[in-house]
T-cell receptor
Framework: NAGVTQTPKFQVLKTGQSMTLQCAQDMNHEYMSWYRQDPGMGLRLIHYSVGAGITDQGEVPNGYNVSRSTTEDFPLRLLSAAPSQTSVYFC????????????????FGSGTQLSVL | AQTVTQSQPEMSVQEAETVTLSCTYDTSESNYYLFWYKQPPSRQMILVIRQEAYKQQNATENRFSVNFQKAAKSFSLKISDSQLGDTAMYFCAFMILNNDMRFGAGTRLTVKP
């Protein structure tokens, strides 16, 4: 099982460039989410989705767009990259996202290190 | 607002000793879930232990256990018989039922031989 797959693992952008971070899961999970990890701040939720066609904002959504056209994929788009978006990005998924299912947990991808110059 | 506070940015422990990592949280919700995640240098996020807020019994997973004090909104992690492989960042997190999961800033644990 591949689990949660993120690509690319590393990326360098110039200010103003756009790019898409890819995330795919093969566990038929309904819930998918994007986090950013900054030193001293832990992980902060950017956007999440509870199923295909449904997305919602998290704690720090500004500057990011998402869509969920299939259950498997949940790409994160940066339309005009800024140095403040330099961070490590994690995609995560779970069965329902509510935690109600016994032993439900988030499965994380391996992260994308993004630098915006 | 839901917040998670880990007041110990860094900790160290001797191999085979016991260490406790602190976590407090703030929420007005009565039903939620608490987690400890481990992040080794590989950057992979690994679930260590999970606790349902409606359960009074503290969760345990082998050498890992929690002390859950709901009234005090405290959720500490105890690691017994520390091993070199326990060296990592540890994140406390909680999730309320609208899928909003919040993480603390993390505690960097170093296990010394």
């Amino acid at each position: 099982n591949a689990g949660v797959t993120q690509t690319p693992k590393f990326q360098v952008l110039k200010t103003g460039q756009s790019m898409t971070l890819q995330c795919a899961q093969d566990m038929n999970h309904e819930y998918m989410s994007w986090y950013r990890q900054d030193p001293g701040m832990g992980l902060r939720l950017i956007h999440y989705s509870v199923g295909a066609g449904i997305t919602d904002q998290g704690e720090v959504p500004n500057g990011y767009n998402v869509s969920r056209s299939t259950t498997e994929d949940f790409p994160l788009r940066l339309l005009s990259a800024a140095p403040s978006q330099t961070s490590v990005y994690f995609c995560a998924s779970s069965y329902s996202g509510t935690g109600r299912a016994t032993n439900e947990k988030l499965f994380f991808g391996s992260g994308t290190q993004l630098s915006v110059l | 607002a839901q917040t998670v506070t880990q007041s110990q940015p860094e900790m160290s422990v001797q191999e085979a000793e016991t260490v406790t990592l602190s976590c407090t949280y703030d929420t007005s919700e009565s039903n939620y879930y608490l987690f400890w995640y481990k992040q080794p240098p590989s950057r992979q996020m690994i679930l260590v232990i999970r606790q349902e807020a409606y359960k009074q019994q503290n969760a345990t997973e082998n050498r890992f256990s929690v002390n859950f004090q709901k009234a005090a909104k405290s959720f500490s992690l105890k690691i017994s018989d520390s091993q070199l492989g326990d060296t990592a960042m540890y994140f406390c997190a909680f999730m309320i039922l609208n899928n909003d999961m919040r993480f603390g800033a993390g505690t960097r644990l170093t296990v010394k031989p």
